[in-house]
């Protein structure tokens, strides 16, 4: 190759590379600041295809989404002198791109490390000042809007970022204070459940006495109509029969001491011993039954 064509490739090499240090890129999720020997030149690079001065210019990028810093969990004390340990995480944003590049040097590492750290001195004041109920349950929610509040305030002031949100995962009594609470829950379940046994048992005797007492008054009630209805009958039949023997008394008087045969020798081994001048023998002796 001549030393032509040798100049020409090394002038097309430089070429290119005063054009990729001249040219660059920032995507929509990337915030950027160009430092022009050490210095920042532009604090808020936007969106898009920008040029630098070669060799002078340097571009920092970062993440512009939004960041979790998932913070490690901590030991704190309520106002009843009660400890907890909770567990957190932030979600936030770069917002002031030159703030957060001189207070971190860019690095993410450094902005979740001073952002857990005063998120864990807001939440070991808020904690503070509340109940162990207020934290668990009762103003939990208040107390997470009100520590984002303030965070966002002393973020944005200090690293340049905007907080949008803090949570906390979970709330743990200590291992040693965990078991105790777990013996009088437990204890307390019992409790009730000794307490609804006793109400059932008192219940199913209401209600068994009650059954009782229903059954009785029904047998009761039953048999005084089934009296009734005895006695009922045996008076129309005591009528009937009264009125049938008063229609013809001297053949019911037949009637009867033929039955009174029938039944008395009805046996052929029957043998009974009667003075033959008795009432019993009077239809035998006379036809109309005198003596």
Known sequence: MSNKGIFTLVLLGVLVLIGANTVYIVNEFERAVVLRFGAVVNPNVQPGVHVKIPFADRVRKFDGRILTTDARPESFYTVEN??????????WRIKDVETYYKATGGQEEIADARLASRVADGLRNEVGTRTLHEVVSGERDALMEELTTEMNQT?????????????????????DVSESVF????????????E?????????????????????????NAYRDAELLRGDG???????YAQAFNQNPDFYAFVRSLNAYRKTFDGSDDLMVVDPSSEFFQYLKDAEGQK
């Not at 002031?157 to 200590?174: H, N």
């Not at 204890?187 to 000794?194: I, L, Q």
């Not at 068994?208 to 009785?216: N, V, W």
Request: a positive charge.
């Open 155 to 175: 973020a944005m002031a200090s690293l340049g970022v905007e907080v949008l949100d803090i949570r906390v995962k979970r709330i743990d009594l200590p291992d």
């Open 82 to 91: 009660k400890r907890l340990i909770v567990d957190s995480y932030a979600k």
């Open 183 to 194: 013996d009088r829950m437990a204890a307390d379940r019992e409790k009730e459940a000794r």
């Open 196 to 220: 609804y046994r006793a109400t059932g048992r008192e219940q199913a005797e209401v209600i068994r006495a009650d059954a009782d007492r229903q059954r009785t008054v029904l047998l009761a």
């Open 234 to 240: 045996d008076a129309q039949a005591a009528a009937i």
